[in-house]
């Protein structure tokens, strides 16, 4: 299957500082990138949608000052938490959708995600 | 409203025997269902997917079936392996949705030797 990476796998910081998490596909060009967030026990909650080229596109609840994105090629999304709280402690995902025959419709790639603790 | 829903949190099974993990969904617009196993700490592994217009999707020990009517698919695992053990996670996508999936909770399944 297509690949996609994250980094860094985990991440520890101080309140107030930003952190910047890179997600790349590594074997294929991916259209479109989501980001997810995922709390203990919960499912993962989808953040925002990415094109590449476009702003993102964020869900309900989601505050796009706090969380940028940026997209801007077809093999890297960035999401950085600005001022991270204790509360933004969490599991950050993405993954990759592409359009080539390696990606179906509808498949998307999950990098391994990053683990972000905020003291 | 949970629009994709995963009743169960937990399931145990004997290593050998058949695991049946069941997802419930709302939307009558989803038209591309996945499944995902998931081990702590890892990203989510695409695992098999089913399209609206089938009922049935088979590959190797993973079965997917869906009921349309009922809004139900469920995900067989035959025979199980302890390697299996994971959270599955229910996952499901509208047409023109640019592919955004909507997750169930997911279930914890765990394979006794």
């Known amino acids: 299957g297509a690949v996609v990476s994250q980094h860094p796998s985990w991440v520890i910081c101080k309140s107030g500082t930003s952190v910047k998490i890179e997600c790349r596909s590594l074997?294929?060009?991916?259209?479109?990138m989501f980001w997810y967030r995922q709390f203990p026990k919960q499912s993962l909650m989808l953040m925002a949608t990415?094109?590449?080229?476009?702003?993102?596109?964020?869900e309900q609840g989601v505050e796009k000052d706090k969380f940028l994105i940026n997209h801007a090629s077809l093999t890297l999304s960035t999401l950085t938490v600005t001022s991270a709280h204790p509360e933004d402690s969490s599991f950050y995902i993405c993954?990759?959708?592409?359009?080539?025959?390696?990606?179906?419709?509808?498949?998307?790639?999950f990098g391994p995600g990053t683990r972000l603790t905020v003291l | 409203d949970q629009q994709v829903k995963q009743n169960s949190p937990s399931l145990s099974v004997q290593e050998g025997r058949i695991s049946i993990l069941n997802c419930d969904y709302t939307?009558?617009?989803?038209?591309?269902f996945l499944w995902y196993k998931k081990y702590p700490a890892e990203g989510p592994t695409f695992l098999i997917s089913?399209?609206?217009?089938?009922d049935k999707n088979e590959d190797g020990r993973f079965t997917v079936f869906l009921n349309k009517s009922a809004k139900h698919l469920s995900l067989h695992i035959v025979p199980s392996q302890p390697g299996d053990s994971a959270v599955y996670f229910c996952?499901?996508?509208?047409?023109?949705?640019?592919?955004?999936?909507?997750f169930g909770k997911g279930t914890k399944l765990s394979v006794k030797p």
């Open positions: 993954s990759a959708h592409g359009t080539s025959g390696r990606v179906g419709y509808n498949e998307q790639f």
């Open positions: 939307n009558s617009m989803f038209d591309y």
């Open positions: 996952a499901a996508s509208a047409r023109g949705s640019q592919g955004n999936l909507i």
């Open positions: 089913i399209s609206s217009i089938k």
């Open positions: 990415s094109n590449e080229g476009s702003k993102a596109t964020y």
């Open positions: 074997d294929f060009q991916a259209t479109t």
